[in-house]
């Protein structure tokens, strides 16, 4: 019990200044640290807590305050997320009171905090930026605006919360903003000086860097979506999402951001007695004409840079942060996963403009296919209710071998979550997907097919260049007259009879006919197989073969009135006294009706509904359901890559060179 007493009085006490999305993240990952005992963070949000976490009360302005603080709970080191803190100071007083700060001192800070000032240092140390002029005299500016030929951007020089900029598309427009900004001060007194600079083009890309003041060590790049809507739409954000590494940045451009931007705006800072010890975050416009151009440089980890970021660090974060405060990263191997990371925000209605407050936020406790949730706007109640509290709500992050594994995970989570007004967006890192082929569809039938057609008229377009469209490759069906072949005849669709019987008219086994069926289906190499009204049990060699790649639909919600077979199921619906059914889309294991769950579409039962008009409202819902499944198997987000090697029949080559020689055999 001593040793234990010993080793737990060693481990360090971090505080951690910051309540959003950031500072979870930020939080989560010195967590991981072994070296960390507890980590006090002020305020925190409602998604702070575990074994390490307290949330502490603090009034982080009051840097005296935060002082104390320190000493009273033996903090060895302060990590601080939001640049204000830091503008005002706050590293200065600690470190002056012999507490280590991850965050640079009030006049490192400057280079966020005056947009002026950082445009005039870029210029001194030949920085590539954007040709620029400061104004604090309002007519000045305005001369300014009308000689100019080309288009501007007007920057608040101050701080002003991630916002302060405004690209205007005229002259007239640059006018009112100009006036809105100096005059009316829509940004307070962040725009008592205001920068005018080119309006640049091409690509954005976040590098951020961790430094002790000399040495540098770059973060992959990443990029963020500011813009509200899809497609980049809309008014700016602090961030909808973001995904890295980012492949715009190549192997030559992040040497030469590393060396003429990050590098030099150290060694210029350093040079100046400004030496900056923390996250020097360097936003860079890939310029088709100049090209890489810094547009600011921030003193701090981005929103929600971090949240993809920190993630893919292998590194220990609280030794990276000592180190850039001993002035020893140099001696430390700062590692990063071969990986990619991509997180989705979700947002309150009517973010970035007015927003309502305190909306109940469910689902967060099931996100658990290794996706992780960052919260930003969140708090939990006096009862305990998690509560939406301010605009960007929470973030989920997938980290995974591929981009749009990532993105996959990252959705899923993203779709058990929901509180009223919950808006995000559904193309973070549209810029950095290169196309794929088509999802190729097998259908299994033995009936109608009548939910094939639901799939037909809405996403089967073989060939199309829209990566929503499918192919429904081939339809195999155990009934030489099943309308399912007739419906896909229609379409042009390959229909296949397989017989159950061998040469002597007598039934095969499961495993023989589903090896059959495999045949059928080989030379349409499908990547995904449904079940639509097929009166068979598949063998259990089969499911293993295209574990997660077969999907059912079943027309009752799962687990009731499961194992029943159509009609039969709506009788037993009726007869239990439902007041609700509907169907279920799920993935096919070897116990019937039993695989994984996908998508569930419920309907009201009425009291003058019988077996044939409650049929027919379900039969609507498994059309639906089938295509949102299909989707969710496209876009990654049931754990499994979707598209299958050309060269494979199925998910396991031993399964299909053993078809192979069957079928030879």
């Known amino acids: 019990l001593s040793i234990m007493a010993d080793s737990k009085s060693n481990l360090a006490t971090v505080l951690l200044i910051g309540s959003g999305g950031r500072e979870h993240t930020m939080a989560w990952k010195l967590a991981q640290s072994p070296k960390v005992g507890k980590i006090l963070v002020a305020p925190g949000n409602g998604g702070v807590s575990g074994p390490k976490l307290e949330k502490i009360t603090l009034n982080v302005n009051d840097h005296a305050a935060v002082l104390k603080a320190c000493k009273e709970h033996g903090v060895s080191l302060v990590a601080v997320g939001p640049e204000a803190p830091l503008a005002a100071g706050i590293a200065d007083v600690l470190c002056g009171g012999g507490v280590k700060v991850f965050g640079p001192s009030k006049a490192a800070a400057e280079i966020e905090a005056s947009k002026a000032f950082s445009k005039d240092f870029m210029a001194k140390y030949k920085i590539p930026t954007a040709e620029y002029k400061n104004f604090t005299d ?50 307070g007194d962040a725009g008592q000086e205001v920068v005018i600079e080119e309006l640049l083009g091409g690509p954005e890309v976040s590098c951020l860097a961790f430094t002790d003041g000399s040495t540098v060590v770059l973060l992959p790049a990443a990029q963020d979506h500011k813009r509200i809507f899809e497609g980049d739409k809309g008014p700016n ?17 992040k040497e030469f951001v590393l060396k003429n931007v990050v590098q030099a705006a150290v060694d210029g800072l350093r ?16 310029d088709p004409r100049k090209g890489p151009q810094c547009l600011e440089f921030n003193c701090r980890f981005g929103d929600p840079e971090t949240q993809v970021l920190l993630p893919l660090l292998d590194s220990d974060l609280y030794d990276i942060m000592t180190a850039c405060c001993e002035g020893t990263l140099g001696q430390l191997d700062v590692r990063f996963k071969p990986h990619h990371a991509a997180t989705i925000v979700a947002a309150s209605g009517g973010y970035p403009k007015k927003y309502p407050k305190g909306k109940v936020i469910t689902g967060v406790e099931n996100v658990n296919n290794g996706a992780t949730v960052f919260h930003a706007g969140t708090k939990l109640t006096e009862d305990g209710q998690l509560v939406t509290s301010g605009g960007r709500v929470l973030a989920v992050t997938g980290t995974a071998p591929s981009l749009r594994e990532a993105l996959g995970m990252a959705y899923a989570g993203m779709g058990k979550i929901h509180f009223d007004g919950m808006q995000f967006r559904k193309d973070i890192a549209h810029r950095a997907l290169t196309p794929e082929r088509q999802l190729r569809v097998a259908v299994l039938g033995s009936t109608r097919g009548t939910d094939l057609q639901a799939i037909i008229d809405n996403i089967h377009e073989p060939g199309s260049k829209d990566c929503s469209k499918i192919d429904v490759c081939c339809v195999v069906s155990n009934r030489s007259k099943a309308g399912i072949l007739e419906r ?10 397989v017989s159950c019987k061998d040469a002597d008219g007598n039934k095969v086994s499961r495993d023989v006919y589903d090896e059959r069926v495999e045949e059928a289906m080989r030379s349409y190499k499908p990547d995904l197989i449904l079940l639509i009204g097929y009166m068979r049990i598949v063998s259990g060699a089969f499911c293993k073969r295209w574990e997660r790649r077969i999907m059912n639909v079943h027309p009752s919600l799962l687990p009731k009135f499961a194992g029943g077979m159509d009609g039969d199921v709506h009788e037993a619906v009726l007869k239990a006294g439902e007041k609700q059914t509907g169907c279920t889309v799920h993935f096919v294991e070897e116990k019937v009706d039993n695989g994984e769950i996908i998508v569930q579409k419920a309907c009201d039962v009425s009291a003058d509904d019988n077996k044939d008009t409650l049929k027919a409202k379900v039969q609507h819902l498994e059309g639906l359901a089938l295509i949102e499944a299909i989707n ?11 598209l299958l090697d050309a060269n494979r029949l199925s998910s396991g ?13």
Not at 237 to 252: D, R
Not at 488 to 497: G, L, R, V
């Open 653 to 665: 080559e031993p399964a299909q060179k053993k078809v192979r020689e069957l079928v030879s055999a």
């Open 488 to 497: 896909a005849q229609k379409y042009n669709i390959p229909a296949k009879f």
């Open 632 to 642: 969710k198997f496209r876009l990654y987000q049931l754990g499994v890559r979707p």
């Open 237 to 253: 954000t602090g961030g909808m999402g973001a995904y890295s590494p980012a492949p715009v940045l190549t192997a030559e451009l």
């Open 271 to 286: 040079a100046e007695g400004r030496k900056f010890v923390g996250v020097l975050y360097a936003g860079m416009m890939l």
């Open 138 to 187: 309002f007519k000045a500016a305005q001369d300014y605006l009308k000689e100019v030929k080309h288009k501007v951007v007007i920057k608040a020089s101050g701080l002003a919360a991630g916002k302060g900029v405004v690209l205007p598309e005229t002259t007239e427009e640059a006018l009112e903003n100009l006036e809105q900004i100096m005059v009316n001060k829509e940004f």
